[in-house]
């Protein structure tokens, strides 16, 4: 077969794991098809403005535990809606063409590229427009369709667990309610797997909108049956139930606090003044996307790496290594991107939830 | 249903998650079923002496995060074959009669029986003699047969990983060869994945023989291209190929030594006196089996601990909640231990390995 | 000499190593003067309103790497002002006459108070009413004068290191500017040695003002040479030069953004809008004062703890221990609180952040 | 002045800071002083073989937390007695010579040596041969004379800690005595910190011969107090009173078993045979000399590593800066060396471990 070069890119958020799905995919190009890998810098935006450099074998050495991606990545480099700035104004154009004109230029035989629901939208495009396309799925917030998990995602819960375990000894002594906010738009998997495993007293999700009145009346019972604390994980997309939760405020602007600090700050305030327990809000933000990955993640992204070079080798385009069950399976990736992938309202894992005492909001 | 009260008791040695295992049984227990909850303490040692104690739902509390028990555990009691110090001598006695004797004493309508092999083979054999015995699967070295995973093997990775981590920044600065032995008697699922995780360049198992000078030959083709330190990593049950490796020792009583230090000794001493780079072994032994668990591990535990609860309810006696895939499934007792778990030799996963470059010793 | 019976009780905050201080105390107490230990509940409210339990030898058995305090805390809870909820309203009356009627109710020889600067206000008025009171010095800012550190502190520290670490990764892979605030009201020892520790290129304290624009020109001169991203550490407690500084924004309500969000939202937002990066920022908030101590605090609050009991023992009445270099010795609690140990702009640590290459805003 | 060039080597094993000190040298010597450093590879062998590199700004950015060394190590690379193969055999030569000639080649005006005692002779005899040396002191066991602390004990502290925390559940659950044995071959620095840290029951340093039946005493005084578990911390150098520990071996060759085994060995079977409990016995190895250094590591060794810096700009050879208290003081080489820093049988630390219950096997 005609395979020789096969260049690789990283787009979207960080996520930790995309080194070892770097590192994976070169090992396996180089041992065992003696491919050349082309490594596309920052994205999509390398791949429009041609900038690249080719991988060796050596170029991987170490990388295994490092977060990030040695590539740099761009958040915002869509070929098909390219920022270009033009006289204080940024300007968007179709550049699609440009990516393919480099595609070309580099030689490639195929492009695996790593990312979530965006990166697999461009990819998409790209391989309507011809281009021999491979993804990787990466997404913290595990809610990409098709494949039950993605690496980072075991990273994000770690960290919030670990975080939880530290507040937990604060919450416990000080006699306080401690709202962490964890990452999650549309879906609460960080949330609730994070909050399980932190042992989190509440865990509000997108899924399950919220009655901040169930919240505070079962934190009542807690502080009744002598628990003067509780954990409150919530999801930052969650939403209250009704769309809206009323606060009488005694300051001035409530809007942008409210849209400044979060969801946290929603709940936190809502059962500061329906509860007299001292509340704290946390907002993990960028510690959940970062740093070194779990065993558990640099395996499953080790697995993706290797996984892609065998899509591309067999000439699957189009498709996406998924994890299913024990399994790596190829996906089309527009069965990725099909829909979100939300927690099912009757998912055992909720069930699992209430029943260890777990209030949700319901 | 008149299920009205379950004992619960951890057989066999530490794995993180335990703990958890038995805060999920009695909460739910207890929320959803209003059960009396009865904690054993020291595995079947509690049964066969009648040391009990029932468990509330504030017993519970701030355990999910712990190592250990809270119910204690001993390794040897068996109530089949139940050691008892007699004159400077132990002789064993079939007490199993007295374990039975004392469900019936605690007016135990179930029991949950939280354990490895050893521990499924005596639940087992209560069950035919009568008893409402349900399992929870728990083995650090994930070699029980019918469950993709079981709770303790990730936290055991994680530390594997981490000591890699640690030990590869010696390795490279210092130019060795850094041999970390790991557990896993029968199966090398732990050297497999901590490994992967943690770039090993050589992972030993128990499942594939090593030929001592394919090992060293790779380490040399390392330090011909520029990688003057390598990292292996082996399973205790790692044998040589042939069964046996000859080492020219210059000490005298080379038996003993083996048998110490373990596996690690014998392929550090192989390489070392085959290859001119400073050999150096660590054996993690017991880090891998205590302390707190990952929160992979907490939240496959509280499933685990959930699941054991219905199939109580359901009155399924004889079998374990195992997971396969992403679902918990119920499976009989016997089919866990029909057979040891090892790595297939057609594993993918050890594709994956070979693909990026690591050398198993074939 | 009469010693018999010694209380002791935690004010203030939540800071790691107060359950190892308990464990030393309540363990020297019995072992080497066979006094009673009483632990009084919920800081100075339990003296107040009488709430105690007798702390025997092995209550404090495996407390040493717990966080939080297992006598519970009350931030707010001052004898001399003493919160009471009256009718929707809360007033403060002097209670201090309670506290010392329970004092000699307990039978109590002494007192050790564990606390900050708050605590040891209080502590030092309830020995001008002729309490036997010594004093063990906790803050995580490390602003307390007289003791070189205190426990909790390198903790903290820890924490914020550990959180650049992961940061490092997504800012040099995306290329951006990231904003980590830490705790330091007034003193920017956290944000001094967790900044060294972690690489933070810009590192912003309260004892010295910053001007925006030094900062900005720092971050542009590390771009031209290559290095597209920054680490901006700031102690909550910082100020801009000038007591100001002036953001242009297209939002309409600043005001409470900057109060919700804290300085580093002004640092963050200063930045943006004059550089062509991503700013994101990370507010670490309670994970820096909560969770299982290091090492170093342990060893720490171990020591304080027996040199508290010391102190009792000779009836210096007044006093607490601080380190000094590598000796605990004894200083009047007047002087710990005499004023709070602010960075000298003289030290030497200054000195070393400069000559490494970090930005301190001046 | 004429300082112009500077080398910097880093000697002997490894230690978590080596790369914070080359790195907080190669900074400061730029930005403050615009001299050119020079980086020599694997300690004093890149001296006598002429090895090295120009360290520019870049080459340490990113380093800080890095394990190991970037310009490698050599444990036996002594000029005055160089180790060279010679058919078969390693014979040593006085190439001192080389050593200085290379010095000059380079256009060194100051070499900095990282390294512990063995180091510190070498450097010692440089500089009688009139090289320009400065040293920096660096020593897991924290032996070297002079200083309060080198980097990288704070870390192997850690490490021991971690691994205690984590044994400690299993030790509890199990009822078991577990004996870790930790670095310390003549100093029981990280023993005594280490074990007072992690709760340590029983704490065996080189400066104490320990009483095997003191040891087995004072555990079956816990036992018979309800705790049916104990956790021993042995530095690897220590020995029995009297020197000799009679064990009644029932397998044959015993000799070798100890050697290999360690000190661990020789407590953990002298606590078998005497107590009715298991043992079992970790060693923690090179788990203690690698890996990322802690906060307080890399402040301390970025401040060594500046300090070295000004020392040569002041011309200040044959020193190097230790830590004293708070404050880096510059002391004489020889004065580093003079003696083995152990802790004194006055030190107030082993005060604190036996007020808080520590056996010390005395």
């Given at each position: 077969m005609g395979m020789r070069?096969?260049?690789?890119?990283?787009?979207?958020?960080?996520?930790?794991g995309i080194n070892a799905v770097i590192r994976a995919i070169t090992k396996k190009a180089i041992l065992d098809y003696d491919l050349e890998v082309i490594g596309?810098?920052?994205?999509?935006?390398?791949?429009?403005?041609?900038?690249?450099?080719?991988?060796?074998?050596?170029?991987?050495?170490?990388?295994?535990?490092?977060?990030?991606?040695?590539?740099?990545?761009?958040?915002?480099?869509?070929?098909?809606?390219?920022?270009?700035?033009?006289?204080?104004?940024?300007?968007?154009?179709?550049?699609?063409?440009?990516?393919?004109d480099y595609y070309h230029q580099m030689k490639l035989d195929a492009l695996i590229c790593i990312g979530g629901d965006g990166t697999f939208h461009i990819a998409n495009g790209l391989l309507q427009k011809g281009l021999n396309v491979v993804g990787v799925p990466k997404t913290i917030d595990n809610d990409l369709s098709g494949t039950d998990l993605t690496f980072g995602f075991d990273t994000a819960v770690h960290v919030v667990t670990e975080a939880i375990d530290r507040i937990h000894t604060t919450a416990q002594s000080h006699h306080r309610v401690m709202v962490v906010e964890v990452m999650g738009r549309y879906a609460g998997w960080i949330a609730l797997h994070g909050g399980l495993a932190g042992g989190g007293d509440v865990i509000l999700i997108p899924e399950i909108p919220f009655d901040i009145n169930t919240v505070c009346e079962y934190i009542k019972n807690r502080i009744r049956s002598g628990k003067t604390f509780s954990i409150v994980v919530v999801a930052e997309g969650t939403k209250p139930k009704g769309g809206e939760?009323?606060?009488?405020?005694?300051?001035?602007?409530?809007?942008?606090?409210?849209?400044?600090?979060?969801?946290?700050?929603?709940?936190?305030?809502?059962?500061?003044?329906?509860?007299?327990?001292?509340?704290r809000m946390v907002i993990l933000g960028h510690l959940q996307r970062g740093g070194s990955p779990t065993a558990f993640d640099r395996v499953l992204a080790t697995r993706f790496g290797t996984a892609a070079i065998a899509l591309v080798i067999e000439g699957r385009f189009g498709y996406f290594p998924a994890l299913q069950g024990n399994h790596i399976v190829p996906l089309p990736i527009e069965e990725g991107i099909a829909e979100l992938k939300t927690i099912p309202l009757n998912s055992p894992l909720l069930g699992v939830a209430r029943s260890t005492g777990t209030c949700l909001g319901e």
């Open positions: 070069r096969v260049g690789v890119l990283s787009g979207g958020g960080d996520c930790p596309i810098h920052n994205g999509f935006e390398g791949l429009v403005e041609g900038k690249w450099r080719t991988l060796q074998y050596t170029d991987v050495s170490g990388i295994l535990a490092l977060g990030g991606t040695i590539l740099g990545a761009s958040n915002k480099a869509n070929p098909f809606h390219y920022p270009v700035s033009e006289e204080e104004e940024v300007v968007f154009y179709d550049y699609s063409q440009k990516a393919i939760l009323v606060i009488k405020r005694t300051v001035k602007e409530s809007h942008d606090q409210v849209r400044l600090g979060g969801v946290s700050y929603l709940v936190g305030e809502g059962i500061a003044e329906r509860i007299h327990l001292e509340t």
